[in-house]
């Protein structure tokens, strides 16, 4: 089975906003009806290749942003949890 010109734009999406390497996980998490390798080949060779987003919010790193800290909000300092050695 083949994908329509719309389901490889939205593999394509999914695949250049995520961190995770590869086209493995990416077959499974779509349930893509096509191979590995068919990924693989239509990434590489199309005619822009796809290419991972510089900062885009990974799967596995994603940060939730919100807003500033009101201006009577109390500050907290950081806290190391580095213990200091002598030496």
């Known amino acids: ?10 593999a394509r999406r999914t695949w250049e906003q995520d ?6 996980w990416l077959v499974k998490e779509l349930a893509l009806p096509v191979s590995v390798q068919a990924v693989r080949k239509q990434a590489q ?4 290749p796809w290419a991972k987003i510089d900062g ?15 201006a009577g909000a109390k500050r907290h300092e950081a806290v190391s949890n580095h213990i200091g050695t002598e030496g």
Do not use: H
């Open 19 to 24: 961190d995770r390497e590869g086209y493995t």
């Open 45 to 48: 060779n199309s005619k822009q």
């Open 56 to 70: 885009a919010p990974g799967v596995r790193n994603r940060v939730e942003i919100i807003g500033q800290p009101s």
């Open 1 to 10: 089975m083949k994908l329509t010109p719309e389901q490889w734009s939205d």
